[in-house]
Every structure is written in structure tokens, then in C-alpha cells.
């Protein structure tokens, strides 16, 4: 049975999550019941209702490194499978309410998905990017002789007890006229989210989606007061946007340091590197930023047209494998072979050949034709990336925030195309910046294959890691004589995706995770005292063979989007 609208997007938004979350909902999934829409509106919601004990895992993700080198992580709480499927069809619900559910225009995070939007359960974060960044310019071209402020509230999420969550969530619930199931529901997985850990303390934890929307709930208040100011305002999550004179700035702070504490909440300090004022006319100067180049070959392009080979010529896979990896290009090559043959699918796809635009988009998709855009784009980006890591050196603030965005940009489409002599030597450049921390371990972790400092640094950058690794190699190597329960999850997830760590011996204190990542499950596992692990066992079921490299490789619908760990994870990170 194909997959409903609900079941795509929740497995396409947690693919970009966190691969854990990920996988609990395919073998879920597994299931062709719970696959409907009707499961997750019905059942997946009524099976949330009367659960008894909250089932979330608590991850480390890095977030970031001092000039020490000194690395610090964010608490991320991955809701079990149902709770993600029931979470996906509240905020389906949400979305169809409209009204205060859809955030302000001057909110460019966390959009909820309408129509027929599969790329997830809210709108896919770039484009919210992308969408403020122009609206900045127009207010700089408007008021050229402005400042541009930037601003950013200290702890979000970990600020906001869930008293007040749920207070803004009944609030908004009740006056959009959403029916009681629903509004029982949305209460019932913030009550789980206040028991879930000790250490959150009865706070908006960051994983849940639910927590998104929230957060968008509670600062409606205050987007609606700033966007009534003669000034440009604007906001993605917690960074904030002031574009006016020096007088209308001062005046907008002000009122937006009382709205955010009537919330309990605070601005970083004016000796922050979090708060930066550009003039308008500088600020000008990276107007383009984010406009790609129109030329005929691009990420977009090499990615759509690896998609179409995979969906409509699935026996040309392997294939597909082998030349790239002879080139030494790190795509991932999702198995479409059983999505591609869904009959709803293929009558989609035949009506579409009737746009002009489509076909000629979708025109002789060929292995030759990826390798030689691959190619191309290689030499592009590693001659940009190297540029760019050059002038950070001695860039201003501004120069260094324009610069930041480029340069992960680059490293992140390097991971899968970048030659790995080249790959090491910008990692050596850019590991004396603490904000590229991130990305100088994991292009280091690829081109050498010791994943050492990739298991201190968390689990989004294993996952970073072992997608483009995965696809040249098997054997990777670490040193790190012991491990704690981070660095275990991490070396995990290494394990889910095909990968084979040697290093020292760990004894007999491997975690119910990693015995579970590498020989299967048994029993033990499916009675677990972690509600996630014990429901990850029961639905991958007994077995001495773990099917998590498949299921990773094996695409779950046509409209499953392929996921580039690479990049994805950086932008968690950062």
C-alpha cells in the first residue's frame, strides 16, 4: 500500500532530524496498516492519549567547540515512532486551521506544510532562509542609509516551561476552534515532554516538532508588537532582524528586550558575538548571497537528475554505485526499486509528462551525465570553499558572518564530491576557526576514515560522517579508550549505517543501543527500562541480523527525498 501524505512527511522530516528517530519510524512503518492517514490521525493519536510513561531518547548533538577546542552539546529528546506519526497528523490539523497556527509574515521558521507538501511536516528550512534574507534586502534597499541589528535569545527553548507552553498552545488551540481530540492531544505530548528527563526540567524540549510550533505560539505576542514599529523586523526561530536608523533600533530593542521578559525570556549581551550592527549599505553588498548562479549545471540539477535515474531506471543503480565510486564521488544511492513500482506513483509521474517543463527536466537521465556534473561541480566548489576559508582569515564581523554560510556550504558538498587530498587540507585550514569545528572533523573523519574526534563531537556528526564514509568504505578507525553514553551513541549510529569501527575493546559496558546497532535483537532488548530502545527492538523484532543499513538504503516512497547527512546535520549544529 502507498504511503498517505502523513507517513511521508514524518519520515521525511525526521530523516533530516536524526537517523534514530528516522529508523524507529520505518520499521513502524513496516506495517502497511500504519501507514494510512487514517492510523496516524485515529490511531497513532489514541495510542499517545493512553500511553503511560513519555517515550523520548535523550541524544547529544554537537553544537559548539571554544578556542580550546572544548566541546559543548544540545540535549535533543527523539520522540518514539507513533509519537512522531501522531505529531505529523496534530500539525496537519493545525496547518488546515490556519489562522494563528501559521505564523506571522515577518516569521520565517517553521512554516507549516499545506496541500500536498511532502518535503515534510513543515516547509523545508531553506527556503525560509532564503525568503528572509530577501525580505532583509528589500528593507536595506528601501532605507539605505539604516543599520541592519542582529540579535539572538539566549536559551529558546530550555527558557520556556511547559506551564507557559501549554498555556500558549490551549490559547491558540481554543481560538481557531480546534476540536477537543485534538487540543487533548497537543496537551497529552507536552505533559509527556515535562517527565520525559530530570535533566529538562519541565522545559520545551528541542526534537519533538510539536516544540516548533510552540515556540511560534509564544512569540506571536511579540512578533505582532514589533511588526507594528516603524522599523523592519525579522525573526527565524531565535535570531532576530532590526533594520532602521540608530534612534528607531534603539527604541525597538528596548521594547523587545520588556516583550521577551514578560515571557521570562532575554536577549544575549551587547558584548555578544551573537549581536552584530552592519550598516545598511554594507549589509548591501552581500545581497546575492544567496541567489544561485543560473548555469545549466548545479547541486540542484545533479540531484534532481539523480533522483529521476533512480525512479525511473532503478536496474541502473548498481551501476550508478560503482562509477561514482571508481571517481571518487560519495552520493548516496537510495534504492527506489520498490517505491518506483507503486502504480499510484507511475500514474502520477504519466501525468506529469504532459508539462513541457517536466519533460524536458526529466529528459534521458544517464550515469554518464551525473558523473560529468559531479565532476564539474567538484572543481567548482573546492576552488570556492578554499577562497573563502582563505578570506575568513582576516575578514571583519560582518565579512566573517557572510563568509560562515559559504564555507559550510561548501564543505558540505564536498563531503560528497571533494577529492580527499583536497578534503583533508581544508580541514586543516579551517579547524583554527571554533565555528567550523564541525565541519573541518567530519571533511577530516571522511578523508581519513578515523571517526576519533566524530565520537566526541555527538551524534549528528556521526551521522554527518557516515553517509559520504559509507559509500567509499566499510573499515573505519577510532582511538578513544573509553566511552561514554555520547560517544556510544555515536558509534551507533556508525554501526546502522554499514560501518565497522575498530578500535579498543569495550568490555561489557556497551549500551542496549550499540549491542542493539551491531548483533540484532533478542529479548533483552524488547525489555528494555528505555521506552525508545525496547520500542525500536519490539518493531525491528528478534532477530541476529540488524536490518538498519537496509532500511537506510532503501528508499520508503518515491516522494522520499534523498537525504544528505553532510549538510543536513551541519545546519543543526550551527
Known amino acids: 500500500m502507498r504511503p498517505g501524505l502523513l507517513a ?49 531518547l535523550t541524544v547529544q548533538h554537537f553544537k559548539e567547540s571554544d578556542s580550546l577546542g572544548q566541546v559543548t552539546h544540545r540535549d535533543i529528546y527523539l520522540p518514539g515512532p507513533n509519537e512522531a506519526l501522531a505529531e505529523a497528523a496534530l500539525l496537519d490539523a493545525c496547518a488546515r486551521s490556519g489562522g494563528q497556527f501559521m505564523p ?18 513543515y516547509q523545508h528550512y531553506m527556503f525560509g532562509l532564503q525568503q528572509r534574507h530577501e525580505a532583509i534586502a528589500r528593507m536595506c534597499r528601501r532605507s539605505p542609509d539604516s543599520d541592519v541589528l542582529y540579535l539572538d535569545i539566549r536559551q529558546f527553548y530550555p527558557s520556556v516551561t511547559i506551564s507557559r507552553a501549554s498555556s500558549a498552545w490551549l490559547s491558540a488551540a481554543e ?55 516603524p522599523i523592519g523586523y525579522c525573526r527565524y526561530v531565535d535570531d532576530i532582524t532590526l533594520v532602521g536608523t540608530a534612534v528607531q533600533i534603539k527604541t525597538a530593542t528596548l521594547k523587545l528586550e520588556e516583550s521577551l521578559h ?33 548555469k545549466k549545471v548545479s547541486w540542484v540539477s545533479l540531484i534532481g537528475e539523480l533522483k ?5 531506471s532503478p536496474e541502473l543503480r548498481e551501476s550508478l554505485v560503482n562509477e561514482l565510486a571508481e571517481n571518487d564521488i560519495r552520493l548516496p544511492v537510495p534504492d527506489y526499486t520498490a517505491a518506483a513500482q507503486e502504480r499510484s506513483y ?45 578570506e575568513i582569515d582576516t575578514a571583519d564581523a560582518f565579512l566573517t558572518k557572510r563568509l560562515l554560510p559559504k564555507i559550510r556550504y561548501g564543505f ?20 583554527h576557526f571554533p565555528r567550523l569545528a564541525f565541519h573541518s572533523a567530519v571533511a577530516r573523519s571522511i578523508a581519513t576514515g578515523d571517526v576519533s574526534e566524530i565520537l566526541n563531537f555527538g551524534v549528528n556528526a556521526a551521522q554527518a560522517v557516515s553517509q559520504p564514509l559509507s559509500m567509499r568504505t566499510t573499515r573505519i578507525t577510532f582511538n578513544n ?35 542493539l546497532s551491531t548483533s540484532g535483537v533478542d529479548r533483552s532488548m524488547m525489555q528494555s527500562s528505555e521506552p525508545f530502545v525496547r520500542e525500536l527492538a519490539c518493531l525491528h523484532g528478534l532477530n541476529d541480523v540488524p536490518r538498519h543499513q537496509t532500511m537506510l538504503n532503501t528508499a520508503f516512497d518515491a516522494d522520499e527525498e534523498i537525504a544528505f547527512d553532510a549538510i543536513e546535520q551541519e545546519h543543526q549544529s550551527s
Open 8 to 56: 511521508v512527511r514524518a519520515t521525511n522530516q525526521y530523516r533530516r532530524r536524526d537517523v534514530l528517530a528516522y529508523l524507529g519510524l520505518r520499521y513502524y512503518l513496516d506495517s502497511s496498516a500504519a501507514r494510512s492517514d487514517r492510523w496516524a490521525q485515529e490511531v497513532a493519536t489514541d495510542l499517545v492519549l493512553r500511553r503511560a510513561e513519555p517515550c523520548y
Open 104 to 121: 506571522a509574515g515577518s516569521v520565517y521558521s517553521y512554516r507549516l506544510a499545506t496541500a500536498d507538501d511532502l518535503s515534510g511536516v
Open 175 to 229: 481560538s481557531q476552534g480546534l476540536s477537543r481530540g485534538w487540543i487533548d492531544v497537543g496537551q497529552k505530548l507536552l505533559d509527556a515532554q515535562s517527565c520525559a528527563s530530570a535533566k529538562s526540567n519541565g522545559q520545551l524540549l528541542i526534537g519533538p516538532m510539536l516544540s516548533h510550533l510552540v515556540g511560534n505560539l509564544l512569540l506571536r505576542p511579540v512578533d505582532q508588537a514589533m511588526s507594528q514599529l
Open 262 to 294: 514578560r515571557l521570562d525570556l532575554s536577549l544575549h549581551g551587547e558584548d555578544s558575538a551573537k549581536r552584530l550592527l552592519v550598516p545598511a549599505r554594507s549589509w548591501l553588498e552581500g545581497a546575492e548571497d544567496f541567489v544561485e548562479p543560473d
Open 308 to 312: 529521476r535515474l533512480l525512479v525511473l
Open 346 to 390: 507511475k500514474s502520477r509521474l504519466s501525468e506529469l509528462f504532459n508539462f513541457s517543463w517536466f519533460r524536458e527536466s526529466a529528459r534521458k537521465p544517464s550515469i554518464q551525465s551525473i558523473l560529468s556534473q559531479a565532476i564539474e561541480l567538484r572543481n567548482k566548489y573546492s576552488t570556492e570553499t578554499k577562497r573563502w576559508v582563505e
Open 412 to 431: 558540505g558538498r564536498l563531503a560528497y564530491l571533494g577529492d580527499l587530498g583536497e578534503l583533508r587540507r581544508l580541514s586543516d585550514t579551517a579547524k
Open 481 to 515: 579508550p573509553n566511552l561514554n553514553a555520547s560517544a556510544q551513541q555515536a558509534l551507533s549510529v556508525l554501526r546502522m549505517n554499514g560501518l565497522s569501527p575498530q578500535g579498543p575493546p569495550l568490555g561489557d559496558t556497551q549500551s542496549q543501543l550499540l549491542k
